[in-house]
């Protein structure tokens, strides 16, 4: 073998006998030519969506996901593919890319993902690397589409140009906000917040005193028996509350609210006028007058025109979740809002908005953080409780 390696090598660095130099040239450029276009062409043959899906593993998890989102489709008919944002389109980035790609290829053999569970299970893995990545390079293969020069403030909307603006200013990574924007977050990603844990651990704790007033720690199901077997609502979290009687496990509590008179009245709100939800009873219970009490005459609100009145209802709910202040709850959400919201921007202050405008304005930011559904009713109760309606000075 080594005798054979050696004359092969010799023959090579010996000049040609019957080629001239130009035939030798020729050749050598015509199979350069080839290799470089069957290089090219098993390249572009790997960088298109139908290959991407050729494995099942992308088949029946991330490209479902694909299909629901405005990538997919949407009202200027422009399709993302999976290489339009996972493959860079410069050359050189685009091969470093593929080197890396080099590891799918030993997963694949090798079943890491080959079943839902384990995708599932390693979900979050995958899409920290790729978050990674696109930190990295600035999210290079968003911006092949998405540029901030090219965008026109003018037509956006006031939401989008408050928040992109600033991203423009300091050219930030479109990833740093735009998580899951075409795919699902990881499961992983929807937590209980150990300060959460640590409140409702000390609200399990509690021994309440009948006839006390309480803040509800977590939204919880109310119900029209002791039992809890007959479902009335459900009542917000650091809603105001009153003990009237405790049993076992059941607890029976006074839920004072307003609600408008006009529609079926099923949702109560904690303050005239303000669209801060206590709690949404079910259609029959709402319309039940033994059930909710009338207080007092309907008074009208001078911004909308709609009457509303001031009620009281008493149902029972699983005992557990009764805190005797509420500033304890206010100061998780607090710290929550100005962590979770300070990542794309500078947050507003608490004061800066009026306790209706809140919803909207908290429903265009909560989507880029990764609060669980309980933590984002409370923290947008929070800022409604401490917007400018409660706050003097405040605008």
Known sequence: MKNLICKLWNTLRRPAVHLSLGAVTLVSFVAGIIFWGGFNTALEATNTEQFCISCHEMQNNVYQELQGTVHWSNRSGVRATCPDCHVPHDWTDKIARKMQASKEVWGKVFGTIDTREKFLEKRLELAQHEWARFSANGSLECRNCHDYNSMNWEVMSDKAKRFMKPAAERNQSCIDCH???????????????????????????LSPDEGSSYYTVK????????????????????????????????????????????GFGRVLYEDFGMNITSLVLEKEIAQDNALVKVQDEAKVDELTGLPWEPVEIALWAEQGALLPEAEDIWSYARDTYRTACSVCHAQPAEAHFDANTWPGMFAGMVGFTNMDADTQALVLKYLQKHSSDYADGAH
């Open 219 to 262: 939204a919880i199901t109310l119900y029209l028996d002791e039992e809890r077997t007959q479902p009335a609502g459900e009542l917000e979290a650091a809603s105001p509350v009153t003990l009237l009687e405790q049993n076992g496990n059941s607890v029976k509590l006074l839920v004072p609210a307003w609600r408008k008179t006009r």
């Open 179 to 205: 998580k899951g924007i075409a795919h699902q977050l990881p499961e992983q990603m929807v937590f209980k917040d150990p300060a959460l844990d640590q409140l409702e651990q000390r609200a399990q704790s």
